[in-house]
């Protein structure tokens, strides 16, 4: 007997496929862009549709080589055809590789390294770390910051996402982050003494319980608004933390692996933590994170019995692509690169900003660069409704840019570390007119 199959085979229409999205799919943070993508390559994403857009937040900020970049394929094809996942206890050969090389890229302090998949995974690894070395619990994060939504991440994150779940977890503390666009104490960068973490300390002291076991922050807060940390800030904080037996850890999530400029955005700051958090930028595009340490923190907490398995650690899949990146970044000088593009964007930007008097600040390093959108120079006063509008054209045009920063109007630039000077160009000429047009 005939009966009437669904044609399975049939493609379901765009508009099918918006309607699974909109009922099967969870709402997980912002708005989805109403347009599937098909593929992506190098600094563009193409849409269904078949329509190029320049990508300026490098995905999720990790594709700092670029979408799909040749040698992450080849890593991703060895890897399938050896081995992709294993008992967390059994390794291969190119994790050795990686350990070394990564540590080689890090100051001689930081020796010890362990492979995981989310920033938020290399920060618990580093909270945990950091509480069993120094027996305390307290945790001091700055406003503004952004480490994850796994519950030690989450309670050190001020940016965003902190209400509605009930308790933080017990010793978070958070100082003002140092907004010198937006002092928190109303003071001018040039003659501030970085008053600002003078009051943090005094802050802290105040209301600690005396259990700090570190400071964790972002080199270059990001999700906050681009907030690049004064010259000095942390090398003051460094002797602050030596003082009180506190560790430092710095998240370079995106920082980190030549972002802005500088293999680690402490390099530029002359300063070492005693621990790092990388994530993003070593996976490029697959969930690889990592978390350094020193052979001395390795070695007590591994007496203190330091456990932190998971599922993904040590994974070969992505520890094969990691150990292509770290090759790629180093051979290919993306550092250099960054630095020198970052240059010649900066440059594009503040003649922008020359033109435009919407763009308050332009600010940043490398290619992770701020740019500010007000309602008028002098208040100050953040203009999202117009930062929308810009941001639209700009997609319309072919150029995505993500927006940060909470309640100001930030985009956040940060095109991958290949990017060309053309493309540069062409980002700027669509900026150009969608200030001019909206
Ligand atoms: C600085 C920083 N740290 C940590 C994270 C969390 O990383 P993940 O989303 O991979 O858990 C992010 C994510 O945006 C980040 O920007």
Redesign the pocket.
Do not use: F, L
């Given at each position: 007997m005939l009966t009437d199959k669904p044609n399975v085979s049939a493609a379901p229409s765009n508009s099918a496929l918006w309607d699974m999205v909109d009922d099967h799919l969870l709402h997980y943070g912002r708005d989805f862009v109403r347009e599937f993508i098909a593929r992506a390559s190098g600094s563009y994403l193409y849409t269904a549709e078949g329509r190029a857009i320049l990508d300026f937040s490098s995905g999720?900020?990790c594709a700092t080589l670029g979408h799909n970049h040749p040698t992450i394929l080849e890593a991703i094809k060895r890897a399938s055809d050896s081995v992709l996942h294993l008992d967390s206890t059994m390794l291969t050969p190119s994790i050795a590789h990686l350990a070394k090389e990564l540590c080689e890229l890090l100051p001689s302090q930081l020796n010890k390294v362990m492979f995981l998949?989310?920033?938020?995974?290399s920060?618990e690894a580093a909270l945990r770390l950091a509480k069993l070395y120094t027996g305390r619990f307290e945790v001091v994060g700055l406003t503004g910051?952004?480490?994850?939504?796994?519950s030690g991440?989450a309670s050190s994150t001020y940016a965003n996402g902190r209400k509605g779940y009930g308790p933080a977890m017990a010793g978070g503390l958070a100082i003002p982050a140092p907004n010198c666009y937006r002092c928190p104490l109303g003071k001018d960068k040039s003659t501030c003494g970085l008053a600002c973490l003078d009051f943090g300390f005094e802050y802290l002291d105040a209301v600690s319980v005396g259990s700090i076991a570190a400071v964790i922050l972002?080199p270059i807060q990001?999700?906050g608004g681009i907030i690049v940390l004064p010259d000095g800030y942390l090398k003051k904080l460094r002797i602050w933390c030596d003082e009180h037996g506190i560790l430092l850890i710095f998240?370079?999530?995106?920082t980190g692996l030549g972002r802005v400029g500088a293999h680690f955005g402490f390099e530029i700051d002359e300063v070492v933590p005693d621990i790092v958090?990388l994530?993003?930028t070593l996976g490029a595009g697959v969930?690889l994170?990592a978390t350094a340490t020193s052979d001395e923190i390795a070695l007590v907490t591994k007496e203190r019995g330091f456990s932190h398995f998971t599922s993904h650690v040590s994974d070969p899949l992505t520890v094969e692509v990691g150990l292509s990146v770290v090759r790629t970044l180093v051979t290919d000088g993306l550092a250099a690169r960054a630095d020198e593009m970052g240059q010649y964007l900066m440059a594009g930007l503040k003649s922008l900003q020359d033109r435009h008097e919407a763009i308050g600040d332009v600010r940043g390093r490398g290619l992770l660069i701020g740019v500010e959108i007000v309602k008028d120079r002098e208040t100050r006063e953040p203009d999202k409704e117009r930062m929308g509008k810009i941001s639209d054209r700009c997609f319309q045009r072919g150029l995505n840019i993500n927006r940060v920063g909470g309640p100001l109007a930030v985009w956040r630039i940060a095109p991958p570390l290949t990017i060309s000077k053309d493309e540069v160009d062409l980002a700027l000429e669509i900026l150009d007119e969608a200030f001019t047009t909206v």
């Open positions: 999720q900020m998949n989310t920033g938020a995974e920060n910051s952004w480490h994850g939504t796994t991440a972002e990001s999700a998240d370079e999530a995106q958090s994530s993003k969930p994170a």
